[in-house]
T-cell receptor, first 110, second 112 residues
């Protein structure tokens, strides 16, 4: 059974802090890893993807991948109230299908 | 440039009724996907189409059928709706492997 696990939260951080969102996966053959932001009642939006071990930065977002530990994380620096949303992690094994975690709800308090 | 459009936005069905959810994209992408999302859960893949004329099953295909009518359109059909199919359905258009993913606004379906 392929699984992707996320802490459902809610994760609450103060404005300006770093939010750290975590995701673990069970299939060692996983090839690529994706983070999405989903506002309440809206559709998911792809914000980051990472293929290789290490860090990938895009603006205030950093994705971190550790394949040995089967762990991928998303860091949001200088968190803003507009970052309050559910963040979904997804893992790809075969180049086509994505397995999603249940999402972590993030709340950024002014 | 509308991206990905879905119709209808909301639908209420009675058990046993049938309906078709429509999805269209204007980005000339080869791949299109159908997902369902239940409360407090991530997305689960129902069916996908890697190119015009091809479709494949995802994690939860039972009770659904799909048609890739042309490159733009990918429809999802419920032949005999069941309460367990109450969910939000998202269509996605995919390109560059999985590096580009665009989701439609969703269809909120309730089966009574």
């Amino acid at each position: 059974q392929k699984e992707v696990e996320q802490n459902s939260g809610p994760l609450s951080v103060p404005e300006g802090a770093i939010a750290s969102l975590n995701c673990t996966y069970s299939d060692r053959g996983s090839q690529s890893f994706f983070w999405y932001r989903q506002y309440s009642g809206k559709s998911p939006e792809l914000i980051m993807f990472i293929y290789s071990n290490g860090d990938k930065e895009d603006g205030r977002f950093t994705a971190q991948l550790n394949k040995a530990s089967q762990y991928v994380s998303l860091l949001i620096r200088d968190s803003q109230p507009s970052d309050s949303a559910t963040y979904l992690c997804a893992v790809n094994v075969d180049g086509r299908k994505l397995i999603f975690g249940q999402g972590t709800e993030l709340s950024v308090k002014p | 440039n509308a991206g990905v459009t879905q119709t209808p936005k909301f639908q209420v069905l009675k058990t046993g009724q049938s309906m078709t959810l429509q999805c269209a994209q204007d980005m000339n992408h080869n791949s299109m996907y159908w997902y369902r999302q239940d409360p407090g859960m991530g997305l689960r893949l129902i069916y996908y189409s890697a190119s015009e004329g091809t479709t494949d099953k995802g994690e939860v295909p039972n009770g659904y059928n799909v048609s890739r009518l042309n490159k733009r359109e990918f429809s999802l059909r419920l032949e005999s709706a069941a309460p367990s199919q109450t969910s939000v359905y998202f269509c996605a258009s995919i390109a560059r492997g999985l590096a580009e993913q665009f989701f439609g606004p969703g269809t909120r379906l309730t089966v009574l």
